[in-house]
């Protein structure tokens, strides 16, 4: 472990850790790492820790998991290991057991064999993870403590706790579907009563089979309720190693995972594989080494080869080419994709042999990269002797986002699944083809466009191109509405205003600021006056999620909750939540309208005891620029904010309140002037709008 990690789990800053090391002899050595950047044995500062009464015991969660940050093999190859023991613990618990109840060395000797067991009983004997390498007796304790862990959280807990604290460690280095969006994916590729498929996925109705062929960490399949089996394949044999053991505990049903390139090397090929029941797929983007030239003559191009620039086309027919006859493929894919000349031919045919069946456009910000609004492509493979739908479903989302400017976690899921999946459900039961579905237009927002008008020489699919505009700004009513508001609300805003802080006289020198004696949000957890919980956004039930969005943004819960075993951690009245990262000095008292809603991934929540610490007083220190410089790190263009280093005030509860009655007032006053931002931008695109629409004179 670093001596950041040592901090993190003492509750100091780090300049507390190099004092440790300059003043005391018997601090531990270094055991590898470098000169300016050394680790350090995690049992043996623990032991330091707590002989010099710094730590009075690791928690188990962070003890698990500084055993994955210190394996010699890396943070990956430790979760593999511990997906492994937990698959085990879960599938065969009595011989986790017995082989638990002996030595070290002993159980070392037993558990290779029993995890080869097991893993090839759920995966089959051809799966990414290999063989067992025989375990070195140092390894045992960490799976004794995973099991433990286990314990308390479940086996599919655990893991997630594991795998979500590496993600989130390695922001960079992973490219992952948000949960929403994976979500509202396996809603559409699921069957609809009358749309003639012939499964579904309820518990014991027919079999549905499900494949993701880029299937990173198994966000899709994880979506997907009722799977009877999941195929999952990834270039990486981290990714898919570590997709395998997640699925495999989260339910009983067979998974079958492969690494290799899919469209160079399909591990699912037909006719050696059946065809599935449905395919989900989020697909690198803009690949121009994805085997154009070796792979020119694959039968599984039945719309056309697509172009070297056209990777994207390339994964929708792979997709279409696993599917069973009336099977469903959604994709998430670049909004070019829909317009580029290249691609127009293998688009155009796609259409007229009802293969692309709607193009719906995301908001800005509702996966990476958040820049750009991307389109899901839902796709059936057509019956031979069905006739094709007359029509194709277009939807656009982005009137659906949760503020204004892109960005992650502002998606609106709740919004944007609600219009999606209704628009979806009366395509699929709007008529038999090759009729064109009747479907209701919704302006700006929806249509079904027949195949006939899309095609001409562009064959260009973006939805905004063919969907009858809103009415300006909602229309005249709604207008004069957003006009009144914004009124009342600047005549707040002015109320609200802070007086200027009073002038110093001329003649008599600038005051001293007063210096008050300080404290820091470590000292106060460790003296109980207030605790700390990390977000993970994940839990059981159907609580919205409080992102980091809605925090900087003062908006409301837009999160999604990810599906785990444990309960989630949920906001109360007066808890003071922080982002982590960014280095924007935010800090949001909950209220009553927020509370209740889970904590988002990227968050820390204080929940201050109300007889020592005012939450007002302690969110108003929080968000100064010199405390936030002082108690933020720096890695490449990241700022993390270490919220155990930020200073407050010893002062009286009294004192407190006056402080914190004045920070309200800022926050309040802060409110406004949101509202008044948002409104004033309704507004002035609404009359631009109506101007150059006609609904608005200028006169």
């Known amino acids: 472990m670093t001596a950041a990690e040592i901090a993190r ?11 440790w090391r300059r003043r005391h002899a018997d601090f531990p050595r270094p055991v590898g790492g470098t000169e300016t ?97 025989p375990l070195p007796s140092a390894s045992v304790p960490f799976l004794r403590a995973a099991a433990e862990l286990a314990a308390e959280l479940g086996t599919r807990g655990a893991f997630e706790f594991l795998l979500g604290r590496h993600l989130e460690a390695n922001p960079r280095q992973y490219t992952l579907t948000p949960d929403g969006l994976a979500l509202l994916m396996a809603a559409l590729a699921r069957p609809h009563s009358g749309a003639g498929t012939g499964s579904t996925g309820a518990a014991g109705a027919a079999p549905f089979t499900v494949l993701d ?123 070019a994709a829909a317009a580029r000349r290249s691609g127009r031919r293998i688009r155009a045919d796609l259409l007229r042999r009802g293969a692309l069946r709607a193009v719906v456009a995301l908001p800005a910000g509702a996966a990476p990269p958040y820049g750009i609004p991307l389109h899901l492509w839902v796709l059936r493979r057509p019956a031979p002797q069905a006739a094709p739908p007359a029509g194709l479903l277009l939807v656009d989302t982005a009137a659906l986002a949760d503020g204004p400017g892109p960005g992650p976690g ?56 063919h969907l009858p505009p809103p009415a300006a700004g909602g229309g005249l009513a709604e207008l004069t509405a957003v006009r009144d508001r914004l009124d009342s609300t600047l005549t707040r805003a002015a109320r609200l205003t802070p007086p200027a802080p009073p002038a110093e006289a001329k003649d008599r020198p600038a005051a001293v600021p007063a210096r008050l004696p300080l404290t820091t949000v470590g000292e106060l957890a460790r003296a109980g006056a207030l605790l700390l919980y990390t977000g993970t956004g994940s839990g059981a039930g159907r609580a919205p999620v409080l992102t980091e969005y809605d925090v900087s943004a003062g908006t409301g819960p837009s999160g999604t909750l990810a599906a785990a ?27 009553a309208a927020t509370a209740g809603a889970a904590l988002g991934r990227g968050l820390q929540l204080l929940r201050p005891d109300p007889a020592a610490l005012d939450p007002w007083f302690l969110a108003g220190f929080l968000r100064a620029t010199a405390n936030n410089r002082r108690a933020s790190s720096h890695a490449s263009t990241t700022t993390r904010l270490d919220v155990r280093r930020l200073e407050l005030p010893r002062l009286p509860r009294t004192e ?34 109506g101007l150059s629409d006609g609904t608005v004179r200028p006169d």
């Open 9 to 19: 789990l003492a509750g100091v800053g780090r300049a507390a850790v190099s004092n």
């Open 37 to 133: 950047s050394p680790s350090f044995a995690l049992a043996q500062v623990t032991d330091w820790l707590r002989a010099q009464g710094k730590l009075a015991e690791v928690p188990l969660r962070e003890r698990v998991w500084q055993y994955v940050t210190a394996h010699p093999g890396g943070s990956v190859a430790a979760l593999v290991k511990a997906g492994s023991a937990l698959l085990l613990v879960r599938d065969r618990p009595r011989e986790w057991l017995e082989a638990a109840a002996v030595s070290d060395e002993r159980m070392a000797t037993l558990l290779a064999p029993a995890l080869d067991r097991v893993l090839a009983l759920r995966f089959g004997p051809a799966h990414p993870l290999g063989a067992t390498a």
């Open 213 to 335: 062929p880029a299937c990173g960490t198994g966000t899709l399949l994880r979506a997907v309720p009722g799977a009877t089996t999941r195929y999952a394949q990834d270039s990486s044999p981290e990714l898919a190693s570590l997709a395998a053991l997640r699925l495999a505990l989260q339910s009983d049903a067979p998974v079958r995972a492969a690494a290799a390139d899919s469209l160079r090397a399909d591990a699912f090929a037909r006719p050696a594989a059946e065809p599935v029941d449905a395919v989900l797929c989020h697909p690198p983007f803009n690949e121009r080494n994805w085997g154009h030239e070796e792979l020119a003559y694959d039968p599984r191009w039945e719309y056309g080869l697509p172009a070297r620039a056209e990777s994207e086309l390339a994964w929708v027919q792979h997709a279409l080419a696993h599917l069973r006859e009336g099977g469903t493929a959604v994709l998430l894919m670049p909004p």
């Open 410 to 465: 502002r998606a609106g899921w709740a919004a944007v699944h609600s219009a999606v999946e209704e628009a979806w459900t009366a395509y699929e039961r709007g008529g038999p083809a090759p009729d064109v579905p009747d479907v209701p237009d919704v302006p700006g927002v929806r249509r079904v466009v027949p195949v006939v008008d899309l095609l001409d020489d562009d064959v260009d699919l973006t939805p905004a191109r």
């Open 565 to 591: 075993a444990e309960q989630p951690l949920l906001t109360a009245p007066g808890d003071v939540v922080v982002p982590l990262t960014g280095g924007a000095g935010v800090a949001r008292v909950v209220d």
């Open 656 to 689: 407190q309140e006056v402080y914190g009655a004045r920070f309200r007032a800022l926050a309040e006053f802060e409110d406004a002037l949101r509202l008044a931002a948002r409104l004033g931008e309704q507004l002035v695109q609404g009359l631009y709008d």
